[in-house]
């Protein structure tokens, strides 16, 4: 795994991204999902999660959760469509984990791929990088 | 967009930047959790550049008929909170107020108010006014150990200010015991450049920097108001349980607060507390509720590190204001429960 430093913010290059700022790390039939460096200092202290259920099914591009930071509250989107297996409860109570470490104790689902196709319409850490510059 | 003059040396120690009523201001450089713990428990500093500060020339009696506090008592230096209003008794702004002599005056102002306040000067008196935001930058130091980390107690008393003073080693036009947190300190008036060599010995001496944003959560912990959101050219002080007028003076606006003095109002600004554990914010607008009834709605609304809850205020029916009872909060379709508050919240 590499960090890939745009800026302030970092990209690590062994996951896939979303337009809406979610990293999705894929280990077998199994998507981890979890949001950017970028997102959580865009969004600021986040003080609070609403993550979607487990077995809940979700749909690539569907909003699935909330994350209310002090500045606003945003919606949480699948990348990929499946099952959700499992979800960080943790962030329940400790919302700020996201702030702390997003990309490793701040994860917050996991699904089981229903489409592996899809992959392939999720960004590139290169596209990633890219639309981060944009902004 | 203005910028403030301090940005140059905030950048280095960390700032993260954002819009504030027009002025790109530093909102917070780690977490404003801590920055707000900071001040609750330490000392932290905070770039106040934005808002408004202006001098006023002129006779005495002129301003003391469009401010709401009388300028007139001889023992009179420092008044803070004060406000200007308009007819029907609304919030032009509210601001602080600095008597240098009978014929001079300094005003701070909140930022988004800063031209209309001198427009609203100029058009109800014949005073002179000359805009002294962009001249220097302002400084607060606010906490409870502030004293002791800055190294000595001042000799100014809470609400008292010097002119042309030496703070920490340097010249400083102004330098006032107050602040808007809750908690001791002290506001500086000073170039840009004696102000950013200012930052540099605060850091030296553990002050940490803080953003606005943690000065909008120590602000609601202690429901201090903001312009804008919490009150507005509709709202009057009677209604936003708002104590800076003096009853036996006139000034624009008296009429009104005499007569909602005397006959009461239809709604009043109350603060609430989530429940523990709840970890949604309702947003400026939400709407509150008893028993499915809507009685109210959302001003302001936080997340207070120091409750370890999601607080607030907003305006409710006076009839409503039942305070330690509960109320529904709608956030995002779905009620809340919160506990009808009195301020301050902590």
């Known amino acids: 795994m590499g960090e890939i430093k745009v800026g302030k913010y970092i990209v690590l290059d062994d996951r896939l991204y979303t337009e809406t700022d979610e990293w999705v790390k894929i280990d077998g039939d199994v998507a981890v999902v979890g949001i950017t460096d970028y997102a959580q200092k865009k969004l600021r202290d986040i003080v609070g999660i609403e993550l979607p259920k487990v077995n809940q099914e979700v749909k690539a591009g569907d909003p699935v959760g909330t994350i209310e930071s002090v500045k606003a509250a945003s919606d949480l989107y699948s990348p990929l469509s499946g099952i959700v297996v499992e979800v960080n409860e943790g962030l329940e109570t400790s919302p700020e984990i996201i702030n702390k470490d997003p990309y490793g104790e701040g994860w917050m689902f996991k699904i089981k791929i229903k489409d592996k196709s899809e992959a392939q319409r999720l960004l590139t850490p290169e596209k990633y990088i890219e639309k981060i510059r944009g902004e | ?142 906490g409870r150990r502030v004293w002791e980390l800055l190294g000595y107690k001042t000799n100014l008393q809470p609400l008292q200010f010097v002119l042309n003073s030496n703070f920490l080693g340097e010249d400083v036009f102004l330098l006032s015991r107050s602040g808007w947190t809750g908690e001791d300190g002290l506001e500086v008036w000073a170039k840009a450049e004696v102000a950013e060599r200012i930052i540099n010995k605060l850091m030296e001496k553990g002050i940490k920097p803080a953003g606005l944003i943690a000065r909008d959560s120590l602000r609601q912990e202690m429901g201090f108001v903001l312009y804008g959101e919490d009150i507005d050219e509709n709202t009057t002080p009677v209604e936003a349980r708002y104590w800076v007028f003096d009853l036996d003076k006139n000034f624009i606006g008296k009429e009104k607060i005499d007569e909602q003095l005397k006959n009461g109002v239809k709604r009043i600004r109350v603060g609430f507390k989530l429940q523990k554990g709840i970890r949604a914010i309702p947003r400026h607008g939400y709407k509150i509720r008893i028993l499915e009834t809507e009685v109210g709605e959302v001003t302001s609304s936080t997340y207070s590190p120091y409750l370890g809850r999601v607080i607030g205020m907003g305006y409710i029916n006076s009839s409503n204001a039942f305070f330690g009872f509960h109320a529904n909060i709608e956030i995002r379709g779905k009620d809340y429960r919160a506990k009808i508050s009195d301020f301050p919240l902590i």
């Not at chain 2, 308009?86 to 702004?93: A, L, V």
């Not at chain 2, 909140?110 to 006014?129: F, G, Q, T, Y």
């Open chain 2, 1 to 142: 967009m203005f910028k403030t003059p301090l940005s140059t040396v905030e950048e280095k120690i960390g700032a993260n930047f954002g819009e504030f009523a027009g002025w790109e201001m530093p909102m917070d450089y780690t977490s404003y959790q801590d920055e707000h713990m900071a001040v609750r428990q330490s000392a932290a500093f905070f770039d106040l550049s934005h808002m408004g500060r202006i001098r006023i020339k002129g006779k005495k009696e002129e301003l003391d008929k469009i401010v709401t506090r009388s300028l007139l008592s001889e023992n009179f230096r420092m008044i803070g909170p004060s406000a200007m209003l308009n007819e029907k008794g609304g919030f032009i702004d509210d601001i602080m107020i600095y008597k240098v002599s009978d014929t001079e005056f300094l005003m701070v102002t909140n930022a988004i108010n800063r031209e209309k306040d001198v427009n609203w000067i100029k058009h109800n008196s014949s005073l002179e006014v000359e805009d002294l935001t962009f001249d220097y930058a302002m400084l607060a130091i606010q």
